[in-house]
């Protein structure tokens, strides 16, 4: 136990009670310590955003955050977006409007988007394009994950997800 901290996650509503090292990585915690996989690693350096979780509702790079530092906190993971066979409207958005293709990004592109619509529904696509420019896919060429994104604040708007997240 010597250099562990033993501490409780919550993530997507459930406690995780683990023994990790100072250093570990939200990222790697939630991988490998909770066996939650949705969570991508690409460059593992903050640069890509592959990682993206929202920790409290705010949108986090899980390579940039240690874990110990997550304590106490909600954090929600892209396992957690859709309820049971119901795809969130943003899944589905990325489905119906080809907003993948390898998905490697695409766990971090859902959580972004998620995190930003629900602090502010009614971004315009430009704050949306704005956003999203944080995160890289290698494949999309981006167009049809700004439609699936704004396709999906338009019925996001319509349609209010419900507040049990
Ligand atoms: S893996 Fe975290 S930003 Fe790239
Ligand atoms: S869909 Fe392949 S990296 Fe984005």
């Known amino acids: 136990m010597a250099n562990k901290h033993v501490i409780t996650l919550i993530v997507n509503g459930k406690d995780y ?8 990585t ?3 915690a939630l991988r490998d310590d909770c066996g939650l996989t949705g969570t991508h690693l690409g460059c593992e350096h ?3 955003g592959a990682c993206t979780v929202l920790v409290d509702d705010k949108p986090v790079r899980s390579c940039l955050m240690f874990a110990v530092q997550a304590e106490g906190c909600s954090v929600r993971t892209v396992e957690g977006l859709a309820k049971g066979d119901a795809l969130h409207l943003l899944q589905k958005a990325f489905w ?3 907003g993948l293709q390898c998905g490697f990004c695409t766990p971090g592109f859902l959580m972004l988007a998620a995190g ?3 602090a502010d529904p009614d971004l315009s696509e430009e704050e949306i394009r704005d956003i999203l420019s944080s995160n890289l896919c290698r494949c999309t060429g981006y167009q ?3 439609k699936s994104v704004c396709l999906a604040a338009n ?3 319509a349609c209010p997800p419900s507040a049990d997240r």
């Not at 009670?17 to 570990?24: G, I, P, Q």
């Open 96 to 98: 119906e409007n080809h």
């Open 46 to 48: 903050g640069v890509c």
């Open 26 to 28: 939200l990222a790697d």
């Open 17 to 24: 009670t683990l023994s990790v090292e100072a250093r570990r």
């Open 144 to 146: 049809n994950i700004i």
């Open 155 to 157: 019925e996001m708007r």
């Open 116 to 118: 930003a619509l629900e």
